[in-house]
Every structure is written in C-alpha cells, then in structure tokens.
C-alpha cells in the first residue's frame, strides 16, 4: 500500500502565502475599523450636508417640525439655542417609562413620538425604564400615593415592558420606512434600565451630589408636594426625593451626550431638577472633559390631551387603551380612534402619524365635505395600529372593521384609496382570470402559495367570492354577500365579470382582495406583476412563435 506523500502535486494550484491566525485576526479588525471609520465620515458629511440646508432655509428645522405637529407644550432651556443645536450635531435624547403596568398604553405614545421623530432624524434616542424608580412611584399630580407593588409584579412588569418598548421601536423603523425615512446607518437606539445604575448608587454619594442641589424651600413649594399634603395622603420622604432620582439618571446619561429629556407636562418641574443637578456637577474635577464641552441640558414637555369632551385621551371608559395587543386587542384600539370627535381628529393625525402635513390637510379638507364617511377617523385607526401592531395587522384590522358593518363595493373601495399603500388592492390582467377556475384566481391574487394551495381553501370552504345582495344597475350600491368558492365554475366568474371587473375575494374571516380586472395591454403598460404572470407570457409567447 502506498504511503501518504507530502509533497503538493504539481498539477495543483501553487500555495497562497501562509499568514497566521493572529495576523489574520489584526487585518480583519484593521478593515472593519477602517469601514467603520469611512461609514462615519459619510454619516458626517451628509449630517452637514443636511444642516446647510437648515441654515439656507431649505429645509425646516427638526424643532419647527415638532411645533408645526404641536408636539411642544414648554422648553426648558432657549428655544434658539436648542433649534441650533439640533441642526448642528447629533445628539441624545432620551424619555422615560416606570413599569407600573406591563404594557405602553396609548398616553405614553405622545412623549415617545418626539422621540421618534428625533430618531429619524439621526439623533441618539434612549427609552429609558423606571426599574428603581418604579419601587417608589412618581407622585407627580397624585393624591393618593401608588399602592406597593410585590417583587414578583414589578419583574414581570419590567420584562413584559421591555419587550414592549423593543417591539414598539422595530415597529416604528417599519413604519418610518414606509414614510420615506428609510433606515441610517447612522441611526442609534438604546432600551436601559435605571436599576443598573441607580442600584450601584451609594446613598452617601447621592446625597452629597444631588441632595446638596435640592433646596428645600423650592422642592415643598411644588405644586405636587403642597397638594399631596394638603389634599392627599401625605408625601412619603422617598417620594420626595422621586424627582431627584430622575435627575440622577439624566446626569448618567448626559455624561454619554444625552442632552435633551421628553416628557409630559406634568414633568416640567423634574426635567428642571435635572437640568439643575447637570449644572451642578458638571464642573466639579471630576467630570470628564468632553462632558464639560456640551453645551447643556435642554427639556422639552409635550401637551397634556384630552379629547374635545375633557377626557384624558388614551382612556376608554376610564381603562387604558394598551399597546400589547394582549391586552387591547388592534381591533379594539382602531375602534377607539376611529371613534375621536371631529373636533380631535387633525390634531391626532399630525401626533401621531408620519403624514405629512398637506396629506393631513387634504384629508381633512375630504373629512369636511362629508363627516358622515368618518375618512379622516379611519386613517388615523389605520396609521396607529400600523405604527403600534405593524402594516398586515392594521390591514386585517381595517377589514375587521369593514365587515362589521356588512359592506357594499363602494365603501371598500374608498377604503382602499384611503389606504396610502394598500395591501388589498390590486390589478390582475384579463388572461389570468378570464376562464380560470377559482383556485388559480387565488394564486395569481396573492391569495394562495401555489394553484394547489388555492385548490385546498376552495376545497376546505376557507375562500369566499363577494357578490352584490342588490339587483340594482349602479354596482356598487347593494351589500356584499360572500358566498364559498368551493363549487363555483369559471364561468360563474365569467358571468360575475360581466356586470362589474372588480372582484372581491376573501380567504378566511378577514384576508380580503379588491381585484379590478384590466386589459393585458394595460397591465404591461402600468408595469405591474402578479404570481404566475411571467410564466403566462413565456408559455404564450412560445406557443405563438
């Protein structure tokens, strides 16, 4: 048996030079340091790009936009110095939730909307959650202080709200996305929790940094103190120190660059004990030097809403309208919007939403021509839960809520151009529905994954083809009745498009397809594509070559 030889055949390719792990290792962290060096000065360049045209007035500034939506109620700080600061480099910003409960209802979106827009616009966004602060509760514009929460509700609550917050910001970069702000690389988040650092926090030490800044004349001549002791139960001494915990957590942050704080306007006064903590400290030796070159601390509060009716908004019959769809389902929270008074309705739109503000504008203007369509009401249903829940389950809740009110053609079809981007419309050319059975349809609709996908709905009763209950001329007066495809021919189809070329497809309770049937001509023309159309034209071209 012949031995195993060491020598490289020569008919074999000539060896590369050896290069060791380590050196390996070395190039590989060289290159990607050098990409990221590279992707940093393109972020740079196009920040400055940006900002010129802020400073020609090309382009609005990031802080008019928030006035122009009405985000802002009060400004802690110069509102000139603040504008150009925000136009000039990329900042953090930062607002903060206590797990009081396990899910964001609808009040905390407000705050965390101005963080967003800061996000899509290249600054540092940090979702802060209260884990310590949570064991004390803010008194802020309470009475009655927050019953004690046991060990076990307050973890649970911290980790169902994490994962609420985490799910709330993919969410948001979808939905930005679909806004025309597509996703930076030089965007940068961040979820923390408070406890990793206030847990560290040595009481001797918070007292001699924060507690020597408190004067204690303008701390009990608050508005939350004086009416707790006077109306209330009292003030405990932690809740006392509750706003000098959060100004704790600012200057923790603003030693990372975070100059800004959103909250409520029932934050002012913390945000103002925090900028008053970050002035305090800032110059002691301590500090380091790049935190001794910002230019300071800036808050920023949101109005307090309440419906046209006073209402707190965000609460449905005194209950709160959650974020976790376990907790309000998104057909609850589309019925809840779609509910709000005219007199409400812009305003949520330009909160709320990314639309711009002459869509807004338009939509009203169609609102005010006839109010009984509700059209400004079911958009901003539509463009919450696809903001909150995302694009296939504000869909499926549309639909929901269309087929609980037994529609006609009409009133899906203005729906579906009220949609900015439907996902239940669509264009099929003649070819590939004239004569076709049923499960092919479903196929080439999107409907189905494959003609035997389709053909195992339609022979499992799970598809339905709408039909008008009304004989009359006008087709889109009657009510659609959905009957089962299973047993309908194509040439049932045939005659059904004889009347109208909109068919109305569903699979399931709520998957629904407004299929407008075109010439092939003019489906090439517009450039449009369905499941199966290129395979059609090749086996049509070939037989007719």
């Known amino acids: ?24 290792s070395r190039l590989g962290l060289r290159r990607s340091s050098q990409n990221a060096v590279a992707g940093s000065n393109d972020a740079a360049k196009s920040w400055d790009e940006q900002a010129q045209k802020t400073r020609a007035g090309d382009r609005k500034s990031l802080l008019t936009i928030l006035e122009e939506r009405g985000y802002v109620k009060d400004l802690a700080g110069d509102r000139n110095a603040l504008d ?39 600054h540092k966004a940090v979702s ?36 609420c917050v985490r799910g709330m910001w993919k969410s948001v970069e979808r939905y930005a996305e679909r806004h025309g702000y597509p996703k930076d690389k030089a965007w940068s988040k961040s979820i923390q929790n408070n406890s990793v650092w206030l847990g560290k926090l040595n009481i001797i030490d918070f007292l001699s940094d924060a507690g020597t800044v408190a004067r204690m ?30 100004a704790y957590d600012w200057w923790h942050l603003y030693q990372s660059g975070v100059q800004v704080q959103i909250g409520g306007s029932d934050q002012y ?8 903590l970050i002035k305090h400290l800032t110059p002691r030796p301590s500090t380091s030097p790049e935190t001794k070159q910002l230019s300071g601390p800036f808050g920023l509060t949101v109005p307090l809403l309440t419906t046209a009716a006073g209402a707190k908004f965000g609460k449905s019959a005194g209950n709160a309208i959650w974020l976790d769809k376990t907790m309000t389902s998104p057909f609850e929270l589309y019925g809840f919007l779609v509910r709000s008074a005219d007199a409400d309705v812009e305003r949520y739109l330009k909160l709320f939403t990314f639309l711009p503000l002459e869509h807004i504008a338009a939509v009203m203007a169609e609102h005010e021509a006839d109010p009984s369509q509700r059209k400004a009401q079911h958009l901003l249903a539509r463009e919450v839960v696809d903001l909150v829940h995302g694009t296939e389950e504000a869909q499926n809740t549309q639909n929901q809520h269309t087929f609980s009110r037994r529609p006609n053609l009409q009133s899906l079809q203005a729906e579906a151009e009220n949609s900015k981007d439907s996902l ?32 195992r709905m339609v022979n499992s009763g799970g598809a339905y083809i709408g039909s008008q209950t009304s004989e009359q001329e006008a087709a889109t007066e009657g009510e659609l009745e959905f009957r089962s495809l299973k047993g309908v021919t194509s040439s049932v189809i045939t005659e059904m498009m004889e009347k109208s070329n909109v068919l109305v497809l569903r699979t399931g309770k709520w998957n629904v ?30 037989s007719s070559s």
């Open 1 to 24: 048996m012949r031995g195993p030889t060491f020598w490289r055949s020569r008919s074999l390719q000539p060896l590369k030079p050896y290069v060791c792990g380590d050196c390996v």
């Open 84 to 122: 150009k600061l925000l136009t000039d480099k990329r900042i953090g910003a930062y607002s903060g939730i206590d797990p009081t409960a396990p899910s964001l209802h609808l009040g905390h979106l407000l705050p965390m909307m101005v963080l967003f827009w800061m996000y899509i616009y290249g």
């Open 128 to 163: 802060i959650i209260g884990g310590a602060t949570a064991k004390i509760g803010d008194p802020t514009g309470r009475l009655i202080s927050r019953q004690e929460m046991d060990r076990n509700t307050r973890s649970s609550n911290l980790v169902s709200l994490h994962n």
């Open 217 to 246: 004349g303008a701390m009990l001549g608050r508005d939350t103190v004086k009416n707790k002791m006077a109306q209330g139960d009292g003030m405990s001494y932690a809740e006392f120190t509750y706003p000098l915990l959060q």
């Open 269 to 276: 006064g913390n945000i103002v004990a925090g900028i008053d």
């Open 424 to 455: 239940n419309r669509l264009y099929l050319p003649q070819s590939l529905v004239q004569g076709k059975q049923p499960a092919r349809i479903l196929y080439h609709a999107g409907l189905a994954k494959s003609n035997s996908d389709g053909t």
């Open 513 to 542: 397809k407004l299929v407008e049937v075109i010439s092939d001509a003019e489906f090439e023309q517009k450039g449009l594509s369905a499941p199966g159309w290129e395979e059609f034209k090749e086996a049509r071209d070939a």
